[in-house]
Protein backbone atom coordinates (compact mmCIF):
# COMPACT_ATOMS: atom_id res chain seq x y z
CA UNK A 1 0.00 0.00 0.00
CA UNK A 2 0.87 3.13 -0.75
CA UNK A 3 1.94 5.56 1.87
CA UNK A 4 -0.70 7.95 3.45
CA UNK A 5 -0.57 11.85 1.55
CA UNK A 6 -3.08 14.14 2.37
CA UNK A 7 -4.40 16.14 -0.19
CA UNK A 8 -6.44 18.95 1.25
CA UNK A 9 -8.37 19.35 4.47
CA UNK A 10 -11.44 21.11 4.89
CA UNK A 11 -13.11 22.97 8.38
CA UNK A 12 -16.33 21.21 8.67
CA UNK A 13 -18.10 21.85 11.96
CA UNK A 14 -17.38 23.42 15.37
CA UNK A 15 -19.35 21.89 18.15
CA UNK A 16 -20.24 23.35 21.46
CA UNK A 17 -22.64 20.70 22.49
CA UNK A 18 -23.89 17.36 21.68
CA UNK A 19 -26.75 18.03 18.89
CA UNK A 20 -24.12 19.91 17.24
CA UNK A 21 -22.23 16.82 16.78
CA UNK A 22 -21.79 15.43 12.85
CA UNK A 23 -23.28 12.52 11.72
CA UNK A 24 -20.38 9.81 12.03
CA UNK A 25 -19.85 8.89 8.06
CA UNK A 26 -16.42 8.35 7.74
CA UNK A 27 -13.76 6.74 9.69
CA UNK A 28 -12.36 9.57 12.74
CA UNK A 29 -9.35 9.82 14.18
CA UNK A 30 -9.69 12.36 17.62
CA UNK A 31 -6.50 14.46 18.46
CA UNK A 32 -6.50 15.06 22.66
CA UNK A 33 -4.05 17.08 25.04
CA UNK A 34 -2.82 19.88 27.52
CA UNK A 35 -4.04 22.98 26.64
CA UNK A 36 -1.47 24.61 24.31
CA UNK A 37 0.41 21.22 24.05
CA UNK A 38 -0.31 21.91 20.36
CA UNK A 39 -3.20 20.12 18.86
CA UNK A 40 -3.89 22.44 16.17
CA UNK A 41 -0.78 23.20 15.28
CA UNK A 42 -0.36 19.64 14.86
CA UNK A 43 -3.49 19.75 12.59
CA UNK A 44 -2.22 21.88 10.08
CA UNK A 45 1.00 20.32 10.00
CA UNK A 46 -0.24 16.91 8.94
CA UNK A 47 -2.74 18.16 6.79
CA UNK A 48 -0.29 20.87 4.86
CA UNK A 49 -2.41 23.63 5.49
CA UNK A 50 -1.56 26.78 8.11
CA UNK A 51 -4.34 28.22 9.79
CA UNK A 52 -7.08 26.01 9.12
CA UNK A 53 -7.06 25.04 12.96
CA UNK A 54 -6.75 28.17 15.03
CA UNK A 55 -3.83 28.45 17.19
CA UNK A 56 -3.52 30.28 20.49
CA UNK A 57 -0.58 32.04 22.08
CA UNK A 58 -2.61 31.60 24.97
CA UNK A 59 -3.93 28.15 26.00
CA UNK A 60 -7.20 27.19 26.11
CA UNK A 61 -7.91 28.64 22.44
CA UNK A 62 -9.55 25.69 21.37
CA UNK A 63 -13.03 25.63 23.15
CA UNK A 64 -15.14 23.70 20.95
CA UNK A 65 -14.80 20.17 18.87
CA UNK A 66 -13.60 20.75 15.49
CA UNK A 67 -14.15 18.53 13.02
CA UNK A 68 -12.14 18.38 9.44
CA UNK A 69 -12.88 16.57 6.74
CA UNK A 70 -9.18 15.26 5.30
CA UNK A 71 -9.05 13.77 1.46
CA UNK A 72 -6.02 11.94 1.12
CA UNK A 73 -4.62 9.58 -1.20
CA UNK A 74 -6.28 6.78 0.03
CA UNK A 75 -9.98 6.72 1.62
CA UNK A 76 -11.11 10.61 3.54
CA UNK A 77 -11.61 10.40 7.08
CA UNK A 78 -12.42 13.41 9.74
CA UNK A 79 -9.68 14.93 12.10
CA UNK A 80 -11.49 15.83 14.86
CA UNK A 81 -9.69 19.07 17.13
CA UNK A 82 -10.70 18.35 20.76
CA UNK A 83 -10.11 21.37 23.28
CA UNK A 84 -7.53 21.85 25.66
CA UNK A 85 -7.78 19.99 29.23
CA UNK A 86 -5.67 20.93 32.96
CA UNK A 87 -5.50 24.21 32.33
CA UNK A 88 -6.39 26.12 35.39
CA UNK A 89 -6.74 29.60 34.39
CA UNK A 90 -9.72 28.43 32.19
CA UNK A 91 -12.95 28.81 34.49
CA UNK A 92 -14.02 25.99 35.98
CA UNK A 93 -17.42 26.44 34.88
CA UNK A 94 -15.98 26.12 31.05
CA UNK A 95 -14.20 23.03 32.55
CA UNK A 96 -17.04 21.59 34.31
CA UNK A 97 -19.18 21.95 30.08
CA UNK A 98 -15.90 20.70 28.25
CA UNK A 99 -15.42 17.24 30.26
CA UNK A 100 -19.31 16.12 29.71
CA UNK A 101 -18.91 17.27 26.29
CA UNK A 102 -15.69 15.34 25.50
CA UNK A 103 -17.23 12.65 27.35
CA UNK A 104 -20.24 12.22 25.30
CA UNK A 105 -18.07 12.83 22.42
CA UNK A 106 -16.22 9.63 22.89
CA UNK A 107 -19.08 7.21 23.73
CA UNK A 108 -21.06 8.51 20.74
CA UNK A 109 -18.37 7.91 17.60
CA UNK A 110 -18.86 4.95 16.01
CA UNK A 111 -16.66 5.21 13.56
CA UNK A 112 -13.93 6.69 15.84
CA UNK A 113 -10.66 3.89 15.00
CA UNK A 114 -8.60 5.76 17.49
CA UNK A 115 -7.17 8.68 19.64
CA UNK A 116 -3.37 10.68 18.67
CA UNK A 117 -2.93 11.37 22.10
CA UNK A 118 -0.21 14.63 22.57
CA UNK A 119 1.87 15.22 24.88
CA UNK A 120 4.41 18.12 25.77
CA UNK A 121 8.02 16.72 24.96
CA UNK A 122 9.49 18.96 27.76
CA UNK A 123 7.00 17.89 30.73
CA UNK A 124 4.55 15.25 31.65
CA UNK A 125 1.94 16.34 33.86
CA UNK A 126 -0.24 14.60 36.47
CA UNK A 127 -3.48 15.70 34.16
CA UNK A 128 -1.73 13.78 31.34
CA UNK A 129 -1.36 10.83 33.01
CA UNK A 130 -5.28 10.72 33.93
CA UNK A 131 -5.95 11.71 30.75
CA UNK A 132 -4.43 8.79 28.99
CA UNK A 133 -5.45 6.32 31.73
CA UNK A 134 -9.23 7.54 31.13
CA UNK A 135 -8.63 7.46 27.26
CA UNK A 136 -7.14 3.77 27.81
CA UNK A 137 -10.58 2.43 29.23
CA UNK A 138 -12.31 3.38 25.87
CA UNK A 139 -10.53 0.30 24.00
CA UNK A 140 -9.13 2.27 20.99
CA UNK A 141 -5.68 2.14 19.41
CA UNK A 142 -3.65 5.22 21.09
CA UNK A 143 -0.91 7.09 19.24
CA UNK A 144 1.22 8.88 21.59
CA UNK A 145 2.84 11.55 20.41
CA UNK A 146 5.34 14.04 21.93
CA UNK A 147 5.31 17.82 20.48
CA UNK A 148 7.34 20.62 20.37
CA UNK A 149 10.35 18.15 19.43
CA UNK A 150 12.44 21.33 18.47
CA UNK A 151 12.52 22.44 22.24
CA UNK A 152 14.82 19.00 22.75
CA UNK A 153 18.16 18.97 21.24
CA UNK A 154 18.84 15.43 19.72
CA UNK A 155 21.60 14.62 22.52
CA UNK A 156 18.67 14.88 25.27
CA UNK A 157 16.09 12.96 23.74
CA UNK A 158 16.84 9.67 25.33
CA UNK A 159 16.63 11.24 28.47
CA UNK A 160 13.23 13.20 27.45
CA UNK A 161 12.03 9.58 26.31
CA UNK A 162 13.02 8.42 29.82
CA UNK A 163 10.74 10.70 31.61
CA UNK A 164 7.81 10.66 29.08
CA UNK A 165 7.38 6.76 29.71
CA UNK A 166 7.74 7.41 33.67
CA UNK A 167 5.73 10.45 33.98
CA UNK A 168 3.06 8.42 31.70
CA UNK A 169 3.47 5.27 33.20
CA UNK A 170 4.22 3.56 29.84
CA UNK A 171 6.62 1.50 28.02
CA UNK A 172 6.71 2.01 24.45
CA UNK A 173 7.79 5.60 22.97
CA UNK A 174 6.23 8.88 21.77
CA UNK A 175 6.92 9.88 18.19
CA UNK A 176 8.67 13.15 18.44
CA UNK A 177 6.88 15.40 16.13
CA UNK A 178 7.73 19.54 15.66
CA UNK A 179 5.07 21.43 13.71
CA UNK A 180 7.80 23.91 13.47
CA UNK A 181 10.39 22.04 11.52
CA UNK A 182 7.93 18.97 10.53
CA UNK A 183 10.10 16.33 12.23
CA UNK A 184 8.06 13.54 12.76
CA UNK A 185 5.59 14.22 10.61
CA UNK A 186 6.36 11.32 8.10
CA UNK A 187 6.60 8.70 10.92
CA UNK A 188 3.19 10.44 12.57
CA UNK A 189 1.49 9.86 9.31
CA UNK A 190 2.96 5.91 9.10
CA UNK A 191 0.74 5.86 12.51
CA UNK A 192 -2.11 7.34 11.19
CA UNK A 193 -2.60 5.08 8.27
CA UNK A 194 -2.15 1.97 10.26
CA UNK A 195 -4.58 3.57 12.39
CA UNK A 196 -7.26 3.87 9.76
CA UNK A 197 -6.90 0.48 8.24
CA UNK A 198 -7.86 -0.70 11.95
N1 LIG B 1 8.29 25.41 19.53
C1 LIG B 1 7.12 24.92 19.12
N2 LIG B 1 5.96 25.55 19.47
C2 LIG B 1 4.80 25.03 19.05
C3 LIG B 1 4.74 23.84 18.27
N3 LIG B 1 3.44 23.56 18.05
C4 LIG B 1 2.72 24.54 18.64
N4 LIG B 1 3.52 25.45 19.24
C5 LIG B 1 3.10 26.66 19.95
O1 LIG B 1 2.34 26.29 21.10
C6 LIG B 1 1.25 27.20 21.30
C7 LIG B 1 -0.06 26.44 21.36
O2 LIG B 1 -0.32 25.84 20.11
P1 LIG B 1 -1.79 25.32 19.71
O3 LIG B 1 -1.60 24.54 18.46
O4 LIG B 1 -2.76 26.42 19.72
O5 LIG B 1 -2.08 24.34 20.93
P2 LIG B 1 -3.48 23.62 21.32
O6 LIG B 1 -3.09 22.33 21.96
O7 LIG B 1 -4.36 23.54 20.13
O8 LIG B 1 -4.05 24.62 22.42
P3 LIG B 1 -5.57 24.78 22.93
O9 LIG B 1 -6.43 24.93 21.73
O10 LIG B 1 -5.48 26.00 23.75
O11 LIG B 1 -5.88 23.56 23.72
C8 LIG B 1 1.33 28.21 20.16
O12 LIG B 1 2.01 29.35 20.62
C9 LIG B 1 2.14 27.49 19.10
O13 LIG B 1 2.83 28.36 18.24
C10 LIG B 1 5.98 23.20 17.91
O14 LIG B 1 6.05 22.17 17.24
N5 LIG B 1 7.14 23.79 18.37
MG1 LIG C 1 -6.26 24.21 19.82
Not at 43 to 50: A, D, E, P, R, S
Not at 170 to 183: K, M, N, Q, R
Request: hydrophobic share 40%; net charge positive; charged share 20%.
Amino acid sequence: MPALKIHSAEFKASCGTVEQFLKPTIPEVAIVGRSNVGKSSAINCLVNHKGLAKVGKTPGKTQTINFFHVQTNGSPFMLVDLPGYGFAKVPDRVQQQWAPLIEAFFQSRKNLRGVIMLVDSRRVQDSDRDMLVWVSQLQLPIMLVATKADKIPRGKRQGAIRELQEGLGVDHEPTFLSAYTGEGKQQVLGQLQDLLKS
